[in-house]
């Protein structure tokens, strides 16, 4: 069964740092994309990120790009989105997933003073 649990999430201060975890099991997580989704209060679902599973490219929505950076450990079966300089508008719930397939349960990130 595959799983997907996000970590990391909490309150940060604008301008400071986070760094979201997913810890993935239940299948080859070294082959597959990966992928980090938001949704906002009253907001429908926004692509964060993607990172691909053999070249290790990574893809970033204009509204996170020179500030969000996502990245992957195989070994520890582990996806991750580190956050500086976050802004208000990045409040949201944020999943890891496979694109097309499992999503995880979410963490939720407050950006706020």
């Known amino acids: 069964e595959v799983q997907l649990v996000e970590s990391g999430g909490g309150l940060v201060q604008p301008g400071g740092s986070l760094r979201l975890s997913c810890a993935a099991s239940?299948?080859?997580?070294?082959?597959?994309?990966m992928s980090w989704v938001r949704q906002a209060p009253g907001k429908g679902p926004e692509w964060v990120s993607r990172?691909?599973?053999?070249?290790?490219?990574?893809y970033y929505a204009d509204s996170v790009k020179g500030r969000f950076t996502i990245s992957r450990d195989n070994a520890k079966n582990t996806l991750y989105l580190q956050m500086n300089n976050p802004r208000p508008e990045d409040t949201a719930v944020y999943y890891c997933?496979?694109?097309?397939?499992?999503w995880g349960q979410g963490t939720q990130v407050t950006v706020s003073s």
């Open positions: 997933g496979i694109p097309g397939g499992s």
């Open positions: 239940g299948f080859t997580f070294g082959s597959y994309d």
């Open positions: 990172i691909n599973s053999g070249s290790g490219s990574t």
